[in-house]
Nanobody, 115 residues
Framework: VQLVESGGGLVQPGGSLKLSCAAS????????MRWYRQAPGQERELVAS????????YYADSVRDRCTITRDNAKNSVFLRMINLKPEDTAIYYC?????????WGQGTQVTVSS
């Protein structure tokens, strides 16, 4: 199983980013996919999740009106679109796949929100 994130970077407050995660090594279309983030000195937290068909989604309260999680099962990819970014969104963002008893993570992509 491999998860590869991309799309992070430095953005000004109020800006937007779209993170991507390319998955391989498992039947992507069968599983929920999740985005987590971890800020310095803080625990990793769930940001958003999307069910296998892409219809059912969940968002943390802190990002609910500013993030959209989508997936493309034909391309084995999951995305996180973030708008109106705030300094407190600064973190490493990780793609996650929970395949039954096994949890898989990407290497993460850094998002820094600063003027």
């Amino acid at each position: 199983v491999q998860l590869v994130e991309s799309g992070g970077g430095l953005v000004q407050p109020g800006g937007s980013l779209k993170l991507s995660c390319a998955a391989s090594g498992f039947t992507f279309s069968r599983y929920y996919m999740r985005w987590y983030r971890q800020a310095p000195g803080q625990e990793r937290e769930l940001v958003a999740s999307v069910a296998s068909a892409g219809v059912i989604t969940y968002y943390a309260d802190s990002v609910r009106d500013r993030c959209t999680i989508t997936r493309d099962n034909a391309k084995n990819s999951v995305f996180l679109r973030m708008i109106n970014l705030k300094p407190e969104d600064t973190a490493i963002y990780y793609c996650n796949a929970n395949l039954g008893p096994y949890d898989y993570w990407g290497q993460g992509t850094q998002v820094t929100v600063s003027s």
